[in-house]
């Protein structure tokens, strides 16, 4: 079994577009004590819901005002929480997963900043790999970012950009039946150097166009490293309704 979400830390990488984790000890061992000497601590937690490993909801994205299946962006979220398309309409799920090691492919450890996953190295992997991707799978794109997670700066690539697929590429995995996709960095997109999350036309592709939920800043290394390309892919996911996406903590099981 491959735990594929983050651990959640104070000070973890995150995209600087949503609140950050917040873990405390509101309550220590000691502050109330019973009359048999037992005491006992409990926590605190605030956390945008686009932090750590998550899944986005199809609310998450809208395109000229309009969600997927043409609903109204402005209609679904003007009671403060989206009566359509929030988090709580995803299932959980466990089924076949894919990943899609780019990387090897390139023979490198790591893509560039910026790289671009084309539909040709996806195509390739899948090849290389013997795993086609097939209708209902959940497909994994790993891009070998994650190796600097804990390089918060370097990770968020505002300077350098993150390699990851674009428009072309997302709509190859929606072609191909993907029901899930998901990757090793913050975004499921290629970020030009500089550029930041200025245009994302693989989450409009996916969320909008497509109803394709997104898992981002997942785990890849240990999968790729064991060579594993094929398995049972869980995810179940906080089931906060309305929310335009949820923490998650996915598994493989090979």
């Known amino acids: 079994m491959y735990d594929l979400g983050r651990p959640m830390s ?29 005491s006992a601590a409990a926590d605190l937690i605030t956390t945008g819901c686009h932090v750590g490993t998550h899944v986005d909801a199809l609310a998450h994205v809208s395109h000229q005002g309009r969600l997927y299946g043409g609903v109204d962006a402005g209609e679904a979220q003007a009671g403060g929480r989206f009566e359509a398309l929030g988090i709580d309409e995803l299932a959980p799920f466990a089924g076949r997963g894919v990943l899609l090691d780019i990387p090897a492919v390139l023979g490198v450890e790591c893509c560039d900043g910026g790289h671009e996953i084309t539909v040709a190295e996806l195509e390739e992997a899948a090849e290389r790999q013997g795993t086609p991707v097939r209708s209902g799978d959940a497909v994994l794109v790993r891009s070998g970012w994650g190796i600097h997670f804990d390089d918060v700066e370097l990770y968020q690539g505002l300077g350098s950009g993150v390699p990851g697929v674009g428009e072309t590429g997302a709509i190859w995995l929606a072609d191909r039946g993907a029901v899930l996709v998901g ?3 913050l975004a499921f997109e290629c970020l030009p150097a500089g550029a930041g999350h200025a245009l994302l036309p693989a989450h409009r592709v996916l969320l909008v166009e497509r109803g394709i939920n997104i898992i981002e800043a997942m ?11 094929e398995f049972v ?3 179940a996911h906080l089931n906060i309704v309305g929310a335009t996406g949820a923490p998650a903590r996915p598994l493989a099981i090979a």
Do not use: K, W, Y
């Open 10 to 38: 104070n000070g973890m990488a995150q995209s600087p577009n949503h609140p950050p984790f917040r873990h405390c000890l509101d309550r220590r061992h000691g502050d109330r004590v019973r009359s048999d000497g037992g």
């Open 183 to 185: 990757a090793d960095t």
């Open 219 to 229: 785990d890849l290394e240990a999968l790729a490293a064991d060579g594993v390309h």
């Open 233 to 235: 892919f869980v995810l």
